[in-house]
């Protein structure tokens, strides 16, 4: 006498079937999980992902067909030398950054409170240019046509001097604000204000906020 095997075939296919609804409702209960970016690494240092954002905002801005060399300044801006940072420093953080719509609190907040003081800058741009790092300091008033002459004869293939401010991070670091400044002649230069995101573990620069242009 034959034995009806559809009974278990039935059975299994249910339960396979409730399975699979089981598992469909689940993943699309959770989409922001799923379309989330990745978290960040913060075994990564802070100094390593600035230079990351110094890295892309350098070769966004300022890496062209005929750039061979970039000069950059050793020394970070400050508070000294940075009207923004400044004039923060007298009147409330949310009046100043009614100019930056666009940027986070933390990370505007981060932004002001690395660059009171100046700090060092080292060769870890990660550049398909040659740059050079120049250990150099303010150029007192008068003196600039002297120090660009005499930058110009040490390395003919510059255009000019770049100044980096400090990187201020949002605290999931998928966010950075910087203050880049580049003299090419004593009266020639301009002054941006930059917002970058990382949605996808690569920094973008996202906005250019103009802060001054001679």
């Not at 005929?66 to 000069?71: H, I, S």
Request: overall charge neutral; charged content about 25%; aromatic content about 12%.
């Amino acid at each position: 006498m034959r034995r009806n095997t559809f009974k278990p075939i039935i059975f299994i296919t249910l339960i396979l079937g409730l399975v699979a609804i089981v598992f469909l409702f689940v993943y699309h209960s959770v989409p922001s999980q799923r379309l989330a970016s990745p978290p960040p690494d913060f075994n990564v240092s802070q100094e390593t992902e600035g230079y990351a954002v110094y890295s892309a905002l350098l070769k966004e801005l300022f890496i062209k067909d005929d750039v061979k060399l970039l000069l950059i300044q050793k020394q970070t801006i400050s508070a000294a030398n940075h009207p923004l940072i400044s004039a923060t420093y007298e009147v409330p953080i949310s009046d100043v950054k009614k100019h930056f719509p666009s940027v986070s609190e933390d990370t505007f907040q981060d932004y002001m409170s690395k660059n009171g003081q100046s700090s060092t800058l080292s060769s870890k741009f990660n550049l398909p240019v040659e740059y050079v790092v120049i250990d150099e300091v303010e150029p007192k008033k008068g003196k600039d046509s002297e120090l660009l002459a005499s930058l110009y004869e040490k390395h003919p293939n510059a255009r000019g001097i770049i100044r980096l401010s400090k990187v201020g991070f949002n605290k999931d670091r998928t966010e950075a604000f910087v203050f880049i400044e580049f003299r090419c002649e004593p009266f020639c230069g301009r002054g941006d204000n930059v917002l970058l995101e990382k949605p996808v573990g690569v920094w973008k620069v996202k906005e250019v906020f103009v802060g001054w242009k001679s």
